[in-house]
């Protein structure tokens, strides 16, 4: 299995950016997906989630700005981000998770996409 992330760059701050994951090897619909993100010297955080069943959750420092959204028909995952601040500055982590009903884990990471917030 394989995640690949796309579509980071350099954005002014209050500007937009959309990021695309993408996974093959295997089928999105078994997985629950999460955005995760890692600035310069701090830890690995997690940003959003979206269950097989589409409910989507948010970290405070993003909600109302960022959006998760899945399309299993075409094995994606995307982060719609708007209003963003040099704070996100960040790479941007793809994540797919899976427990089976034998409870076998499964976790995939994509390489990830850089995202830069600044004038």
């Known amino acids: 299995v394989q995640l690949v992330e796309s579509g980071g760059g350099l954005v002014q701050p209050g500007g937009s950016l959309t990021l695309s994951c993408v996974l093959s090897g295997s089928t999105l619909s078994l997985y629950v997906m999460y955005w995760y993100r890692q600035a310069p010297g701090k830890k690995r955080e997690q940003v959003a989630r979206v269950t097989r069943g589409d409910i989507r959750t948010y970290e405070d420092y993003v909600e109302g700005r960022f959006t998760i959204s899945r399309d299993n028909a075409n094995n994606r995952t995307y982060l719609q981000m708007s209003h963003l601040k040099p704070e996100d500055t960040a790479i941007y982590f793809c994540?797919?998770?899976?427990?089976?009903?034998?409870?076998?884990?499964?976790?995939?990471w994509g390489q990830g996409t850089q995202v830069t917030v600044s004038s």
């Open positions: 994540n797919a998770s899976r427990v089976t009903g034998k409870g076998e884990e499964y976790d995939y």
